[in-house]
């Protein structure tokens, strides 16, 4: 982890952060923006292997950037932090490619903790991310019009670990439950985003298709 | 035109009885009735009884030849303008009946009957007044009884008068009759068959009857009526249906065929002037072309009226209609007086082949149309249709029997025609008013099925409008929640999480900490949808568990037993989470417990949470009552707000008990 991007707008939230990743990952070689467009020429630019992105920043949503790092820099591990703990804020961002989300306002510790766990390929997943994570995959078996969609599924085992996440079980709970470790466990969370991702591009890039906007690139 | 007329003679029954007829009546008196012929489904029982009824007066008024009346059928006939009998000259021996078609078709002029009958003076019923009958003599006859003239009225010469559809019945005066053999002379003047136009007027005499005056004089009654007044009669009916039918015709466009009804009813009566008028002051040759024009008049009417009431219609036809009114006529005056009755004959056969032509194409075009989509209207419209083919199918049967049995010379109790043919199209005059009245419930019933038709869509308009506005209303709310959550998010939020980071107390900290959750909480409750209880109980049970464990205590979650499927609104969502936040911090924060059990269920429509910790419990105040701190009061007035309740119950090495049930 020598690479980091660091995007956000309020300057003393942005100094915090940045000492917290310092705290994280001492040798770490941080760029730090301010506006979208900034991070996007820095995607464009350089090579990371972490970043921190805000989602609310004045000239658009961190979400572009998520999305821009899944085109150019599909290694990178984009990670949400944000004020927002609702899903409406945050499910978009996981639909994009995001690996995982840190909630600005808990404490350090808390922070680093997570942060740790998030690099280590451990990404948090709440009942309610899981819900909605459900519902599109539930959404995605309909038939469609087009045959083009890539069918994108998940397994038995992780629309389990899915459910029970929904039920409101923590991670080593359900680890007890099935009888896997809390890596394995880990290992279908990244996965069940991985193809969260992969299924919503799909979606998008359908329905511009069917509406025509192809090859206005 | 082949206009029938029969007349009955006094064996006339022998004869018909031949022909298989049904319900001939007792003896020989076979009457033939429209009710014999093909069944008219509406009112057989009634013919039928009618039938009888007549065949009963028949018999109580003499029809049948008295033993007292003498039938003469020898005659000595003579060709002669005399004024008597030629007493000289050469004599024919014939026998009666003598229709001059057969026996002199080209001779017009008058003939000469002598005939003898023997009447004594002694017979016991004497003192009767006799009566000279004749069942046919056509056109015009004189008498004279022993050489002397007995009254007549007509002419007999041209224009002679035409005397030939009823029986002719002249007076014997008892003081010319003599005792034993009686001399009777008829001088009898009549056209050449081929200036007729029809049949009915073709010159003959039938056999003569002698009799009692009152006798003939009933029978003369009975034939005046079927074959004179009941045509009349019937006749002045059609003027007035035809005026009706005119009239109708003029209502709407779809009854514009009714005219040519009506047309056909007056040509009809037209046609029959002549069963009542004798005299008409026309020259003979033109009254024949006038009544021979009539019948392709006849035909344009009956042709256009069936196809123009199945909407067929087409102006070649018309033309071709037309042009053989004119044709027709022209080609009788051509020919009037020569071969008018040949050329008669071929026209009429050519529009008897017409008629039944376009009755088999209005039977097609009823086949093909299309049933229109009501059941009602289709049975009406069928039966309609139906009863007018049966209607036209008699009209034409029963001139077509008329026309057989005159040509075989069989003669019949009254022609069919003159009646059946003026019911016929009574009976198409009524249908056409009865149409007219069905047409006009129906439109009704049309236009109330358009109104309720109208009327339901206009509901069904407003229900949309109405719900169409629910879901703008809801939609402009949703925004403004939306903005106003995000204005909150972006400045307050902003302002405390700054504080969050940058302040040096921890204190201050982890209050703008706690401030920021609850705004996060306030604004959830503002902008949030109804939750399912399953949702919810997922996500309290990840941060509760998540939570307690983090601050090592152990932590049981008990979920409810039976399936839970009831929604919580946003606000009491929120409101629980912050309870359960509260007791959760406490727990973590005072109570020093190791062990806490959380169950949650339903009661009834009551949602009920259980929250159970083996801490050290809460201290109690001086008077008996619990601590009022550690946020125990928001616990409650939270509760109270969702119109629930939360109670505490809680012991100095007991632990605590919260308990909280929220309605749903």
New interface residues.
Partial sequence: MNQILLLED?P??RA?LKSLVLQVFPAADITECSRVHDALDQVARQKFSLALLDL?LPDGSGVDVVAALRDKQPDVQSVIVT????DEHLFPALQAGAFGYLL????RELLIEHLQRISQGEPPL???I??KVIAHFASQRRPQASAQLIEVSLTDRESEVLLR??????L??IGVQLGLSRHTIADYVKQIYRKLNVSSRAEAALEAQRLGLFGRN | MIKMRFQGSGDGGALLSRASLPDAGPGNAAVVTPAQCPPMKHNSPTLRWLTRLVLWMVMSTGLLPAARSLTLEQAQAVVSQAAAFPEQGPVQEITLPDYWGDSRPDFQGRVWYRLHFTHSAGDTRSHEPLAVYMAQACSQVQVRLNRRDLPATGRLDDPISDHCNAPFLVALPPDLLNDGDNLLDLNLAGYSRQSLHATAQTAGLSSVEVGPYDRLAHRRAWFDFWQIQLPQALCAMLTIMAIAMALLSQTDRRERPLIFLSGLMLCWTLESVPLWVSDLAMPHALLEVVLASIAPLMILCAVQFLLRMQGWQHPGLDTFLIVQCVLASASFWLVRDNRLFLLSSLWDTLFVVELVLSLGLYVWLRKEATPPSDSTLTAANSAQASFSVILMGLATLTVLIDLLLQLTHKPAWMSLATVGVPLALLGLGMQAIRGVALSRRIAEAEVLGLQTEMSERIAEVEREYSAMAERKLEQVTERERKRIAADLHDDLGAKLLTIVHTSESDRISSLAREALEEMRLSVRGLTGKPVHLLDALGDWRAEVVSRLSQANILAEWKSPAEEVSHTLQARAYVQTTRILREAVSNIIKHSGATHCIVACGMQGSDFHVSIQDNGHGIPMELDGRLDRGHGMASMKSRAKQMQGQCLVESGPGLGTVIRLTIPL
């Fill in positions: 309020l003393e939230i915090w609310g004020i927002h703990d609702d600005k306002e808990q404490p709440s009942p309610s899981a819900r996440v929904a039920k409101g079980f923590t080593p709970e």
